[in-house]
Structures are given as structure tokens and as C-alpha cells.
């Protein structure tokens, strides 16, 4: 019988790839999509892979519902594996970014994937065996102006994940992180920008960054790459704590490490468009 792994929001970019990959490796997959419409998506790509899915409807930033999906899967089957992939991108300066806005962030992208794996913990200790991915990102590691609580979110699943490995280590249960760089997700393309900057230069700054974000993706990688990462976290017998993936987030780490702070600030604020460089004449 194969092992059943739950993949949240698997209706796109990473979450699609992930759930298609685990599917062809022999994977009993199960999809979590915000709406049914989203969850016939994930149907529709699996039947043209020619692989079998299920999708469940469930709204991860919602406790009532994730109660009821998650119920629904373990009345059929042990979940031995969960990827927790689901979330989306908040941008914006700190002062542009209500209290709500923040709150709704940190709500999807670090309070439910620790909720998700309170909910299965509880039968991976009784079998003794399981495995959690956490998907973060490589903004997890570093922050950028006008990403504050994207970034935010992500260093929080990156301490949230490190104690949780250690915490449920001693029952067989594995838990990595992984964490992409820049690849053709379309996170961005659909990202919430505040409608009322609080000055010009943040406004031209975030149409600059629809445009960059829209134009890139059509050359950053496929995401097929995070998503055997993620098949290789799970299938290995011991996993890795982090994966870093990509030459973006690799080559960013790096800089972030060895590069004084104060050109790396320099360099975020003109790559992100809120500082500019001084002309003479």
C-alpha cells in the first residue's frame, strides 16, 4: 500500500508540481485547494499526466476548515507524510501594511503549517513514523525592503521548523525546510500591494516590481526542480534539516554572509527601486 502525503494549496506552481511528482513516484497524494474550482484543477493536470490524485477543499488560513479537511483524509488514511506548501505573498513598506494585512499573512504563511502539523502529529507518533516539509523560501534567510511580512512569515516557519524537528525527532517523525529561490511560481504575479502608498517613491516602486516579477517569470525555472527536492526530502531515510535550491538563493545566502550589511542594503534598496543612485550634473 502506498504512503499517503498530504500537499496544501496543490492547485499551482510549487503545490501542483510537488503533488504531480509524488503522484508518478507512487505517492498517494492528496491536494488541499481553497475551492473546488481550484481542486478540479489539480484533477484536470493529474489526469493529463495520467497519474491519480484526490483534492480535498480546504482554506488553510481557516481553522474550522482545515479541521474538517484534515478529518476527512485520516477517515480514509494514514497520512504519513504533509507538505506544507501553501501561501501567498503580502508586499508592501511596513508603514503601507495594516494591522489585518499582517495578520492574514502570518496567518496563512506561519500559523497554519503549524496548525496542519499538530493535526497529524498526533497519528505519525502513534505509527512512529512520518515526514513534514515545510516549504519557506530563501526569504526566509534574508529580508528585502517592501517584503517585510512576507519575509516576516518565512524566518517564522524557518524557527517554527528547526524547533518542531527536534521537538517530534524522538518518535520517528523527519521535518525539513526547503527553500527556493526565484522559480516561475507566479507567487508574485498574484501578490496583494497596498492601495494607498504612504509615499510616491513606494508606488513607483511597487509597479516596478509588478513589472519585474511579471516579466521574470517567464524565465525563472520550472518548479519541477523544488518539487523533487521535496521528493527526495521525503524518500530520503535521513533528510536533511534545509535544502536551499536555486543559484539565486544560494549565491543571496552567501552574500548575505560575508558581504557587510551595509552594502547589502544599499543593494536590496536599489534592486527593489526605494533608494536611487546619486547623478552629478
Not at 527536534?166 to 525539513?176: L, Q, T
Not at 504612504?198 to 517567464?218: D, F, Q, V
Not at 558581504?259 to 536611487?276: E, F
Request: charged fraction near 20%; include cysteine.
Amino acid at each position: 500500500m502506498s504512503r499517503t502525503v498530504v500537499v496544501t494549496g496543490a492547485n499551482s506552481g510549487i503545490g501542483l508540481a510537488t503533488a504531480l511528482e509524488l503522484a508518478t513516484a507512487g505517492y498517494d497524494v492528496v491536494g488541499t485547494a481553497r475551492s473546488q474550482d481550484k481542486a478540479d484543477v489539480l484533477l484536470e493536470a493529474a489526469d493529463e499526466r495520467g497519474v491519480q490524485v484526490r483534492a480535498v477543499v480546504c482554506d488553510v488560513g481557516d481553522a474550522e476548515s482545515t479541521e474538517k479537511a484534515f478529518s476527512e483524509i485520516e477517515a480514509t488514511s494514514d497520512i504519513w507524510g504533509l507538505v506544507n506548501n501553501a501561501g501567498f505573498a503580502q508586499a508592501g513598506a511596513v508603514e503601507d501594511v495594516g494591522d489585518d494585512a499582517v495578520r492574514y499573512q502570518l496567518e496563512v504563511n506561519l500559523v497554519a503549517p503549524a496548525r496542519t502539523a499538530r493535526l497529524v502529529l498526533p497519528g505519525m507518533r502513534r505509527r512512529g513514523e512520518g515526514r513534514i516539509v515545510n516549504v519557506s523560501s530563501v526569504a526566509g534567510r534574508i529580508s528585502m525592503p517592501l517584503m517585510a511580512w512576507y519575509c516576516a512569515s518565512k524566518h517564522g516557519v524557518e524557527a517554527m521548523t528547526d524547533a518542531l524537528r527536534m521537538e517530534v525527532a524522538p518518535y520517528g517523525v523527519r521535518v525539513s525546510l526547503v527553500e527556493p529561490g526565484s522559480f516561475g511560481t507566479g507567487i508574485w504575479d498574484g501578490a496583494s500591494y497596498p492601495d494607498e502608498p504612504a509615499t510616491p517613491a513606494y508606488a513607483e516602486a511597487y509597479e516596478r516590481a509588478r513589472r519585474t516579477t511579471t516579466m521574470g517569470t517567464r524565465v525563472m525555472p520550472d518548479p519541477v526542480w523544488v518539487a523533487r527536492t521535496i521528493r527526495l526530502a521525503l524518500g530520503n531515510p535521513m533528510p536533511l534539516a534545509r535544502y536551499l535550491i536555486g543559484a539565486d538563493a544560494v549565491g543571496g545566502v552567501l552574500a548575505e554572509r560575508l558581504v557587510p550589511t551595509a552594502v547589502t542594503d544599499v543593494v536590496k534598496g536599489l534592486l527593489t527601486g526605494v533608494r536611487s543612485l546619486p547623478f552629478n550634473g
